[in-house]
């Protein structure tokens, strides 16, 4: 298995990666070899990556499969087989997260601030312990804050000599103009839906139907397709998400309807943060020397309420991603509403509500219901400006009422 086989209908991005990495590979060689080493400038390979592309596309996936690649030992190299067997130590280490020389930073907050970003900037600085390259993985570059923004700047400036930032977020306007300009830049597409469903059979053993409901239902979005193939609770909760439309007709119906989304959110944060939390809880207090339920020792609260508020501040965040997982779907509900009034012939992407989407579509206009996704859209926006849920998600639902 190659580091690629996971980075799915990406054909163009892997052959640029593919490319690069064989021209790290030299680079390294060569060194090591004491024949000096021309420089990167000019080669496939440089310092700075950023790697952008929608929801699912597979962003990190991607940079990961990068970082994989260029810590690629597999002896065939020097056989001129390109680097990322996907078997070697190095591959291996790699994909797995315990490679000593590769950095994956993401993050549950609502942003990386700035003495997060010094951390990583210092261990840039240093050379490679044991591997060919020292490769930190950014994966939320979007998050970064415009003080952490400015932070990495001279960090991606002024790179150690093997040191390789690879930077992932939805587009280059998310990212500070200034860092964009140094970095490499690589769109990722959304993968074809027959992709997504042949990597959920060939890597995780989903079923052939399952595998084809999940991805034709997420649009391709590989990470949400994996959860509804491998989650019942996920499906029910879509399946309540796509009853909405049809519980608006009223005032009092839109209300209640905007309520109960709100609470699924937050009932699925707090499924999703609870282990979590007392796993780190409890690592934490084993750590500063507290025994069982004894009280903890003395000087450590400030430490356990760092966690607690860290803790908080992730499930606002993980509301808040599975407030926008259900818009997305809502948003989908209503293409296959449009599609059906303008007589498009595409398939759904919600064949289980074929029927209420068809009932919709038979009893609305189409600038009905593109005021309505309009109204989907102004609500996410919303919640990405901090407008408290509920009163983002009522108005919402007072305009799908009104059409």
């Known amino acids: 298995m190659a580091v690629w086989d996971d980075v799915v209908g990406q054909e163009r991005v892997t052959a640029q990666l593919s490319a690069a990495a064989r021209d790290a590979d030299a680079y390294v060689t060569a060194e090591a070899a004491g024949k000096g080493t021309a420089p990167l400038s000019g080669s496939s390979m440089t310092h700075a990556w950023l790697f952008t592309g929608p929801p699912g596309s597979g962003r990190s996936t991607a940079a990961r499969a990068f970082a994989a690649a260029l810590q690629c030992v597999s002896p065939d190299r020097a056989l001129g087989g390109a680097p990322g067997c996907g078997f070697c130590e190095g591959c291996h280490t790699s994909l ?232 997305t779907d809502l948003t989908g509900f209503y293409r296959d509403v449009l599609a059906r009034q303008l007589g498009s012939g595409v398939a759904l992407s919600n064949e289980e509500a074929a029927a209420a989407v068809a009932e919709l579509a038979s009893h609305s206009r189409p600038e009905q219901t593109l005021r309505r996704i309009e109204a989907v859209l102004a609500c996410r926006e919303a919640l990405e400006r901090n407008v408290a849920p509920l009163l983002a998600v009522e108005a919402m639902a007072m305009t799908l009422r009104a059409g």
């Open 96 to 327: 797995i997260g315990t490679h000593a020389d590769v950095e994956v930073i993401r993050t549950d907050l609502l942003s990386i601030g700035v003495k997060e970003t010094r951390e990583q900037v210092r261990r840039a600085q240093m050379s490679p312990a044991g591997g060919r390259w020292q490769v930190i993985v950014l994966e939320d570059a979007d998050r970064l804050t415009e003080g952490a923004g400015n932070v990495l700047l001279k960090a991606v400036e002024e790179p150690a000599p093997r040191t390789v930032w690879l930077l992932c977020a939805p587009s280059t306007e998310d990212v500070l103009p200034t860092i964009r300009s140094r970095c490499r830049h690589l769109a990722l597409r959304t993968p074809p839906v027959d992709a997504v469903a042949d990597l959920l059979m060939r890597r995780d053993g989903i079923e052939p139907e399952m595998a084809s409901y999940a991805a034709r239902a997420t649009q391709g979005h590989i990470g949400r397709a994996r959860r509804l193939a491998t989650d019942d609770r996920a499906r029910k909760r879509r399946a309540a998400v796509l009853r909405m439309p049809q519980r608006v007709a009223d005032v009092g119906g839109a209300l209640k309807a905007a309520q109960e989304l709100i609470d699924a959110a937050a009932e699925d944060a707090k499924e999703v943060s609870e282990e979590l939390d007392e796993r780190e809880t409890e690592e934490l207090k084993a750590a500063l020397g507290a025994e069982g339920k004894s009280r903890m020792p003395r000087g450590t609260a400030g430490v356990m309420k760092d966690l607690q508020d860290k803790q908080k501040r992730r499930a606002t965040r993980t509301q808040r991603d599975s407030l926008d997982l259900a818009l």
